[in-house]
């Protein structure tokens, strides 16, 4: 009996630490080729929802696996980054041409990414993975604790996960 308790007491724990899911905020944008992205039109797939700016070196190498996933995946996954000011709609162009990305660049101008974030600022770039349902299920920020991340397989780990039925577990 006791160790039934302590069983449930324990696994309370570990899902307080994780938590709790939430939905992941609507938003429509427009993307650099003049059309409109609304992520409910991506409902029943997985979502991947960075953060970035243009004139970040992270972001720019972090493009990289993006683009890479992008062709792992097709249209399995869904990859939408999100540029705020002081980036505009020209130096988006430019960074989506000269990077050839194959997934929509975004302009914000802050309300979508306060409604993720819910933070005063934001270190870049920043990932949200979002199942079929629309829940968010983890998020990452760049950093040395996340190199698997934004450098190695993880992500594509993680994604594998939410596409074979099995939950990422939040962070």
Request: net charge positive; hydrophobic share 40%; proline share 5%.
């Amino acid at each position: 009996m006791i160790q039934r308790i302590v069983a449930a007491l324990l696994c309370g724990a570990a899902l307080y630490g994780a938590g709790p899911l939430r939905r992941a905020p609507g938003f429509c944008l427009i993307d650099t080729a003049g059309q409109w992205q609304d992520l409910a039109d991506y409902r029943g797939k997985v979502v991947l929802v960075e953060f970035m700016k243009t004139e970040c070196p992270h972001c720019a190498s972090f493009s990289t696996v993006l683009i890479a996933l992008k062709l792992k995946y097709g249209e399995r996954l869904a990859i939408l980054a999100v540029a705020n000011p002081p980036d505009n709609p020209q130096t988006m162009l430019q960074f989506a041409n000269g990077h050839k990305l194959t997934y929509p660049l975004l302009f914000d101008q802050g309300q979508m990414a306060a409604s993720y974030v819910r933070t005063q600022s934001i270190d870049l770039p920043t990932v949200y993975l979002i199942d079929g349902h629309g829940m968010i299920r983890n998020s990452w920020t760049d950093s040395v604790l996340t190199k698997d991340i934004f450098e190695g397989s993880g992500l594509s780990r993680e994604i594998d996960k939410l596409l074979t039925g099995g939950a990422a577990p939040k962070k």
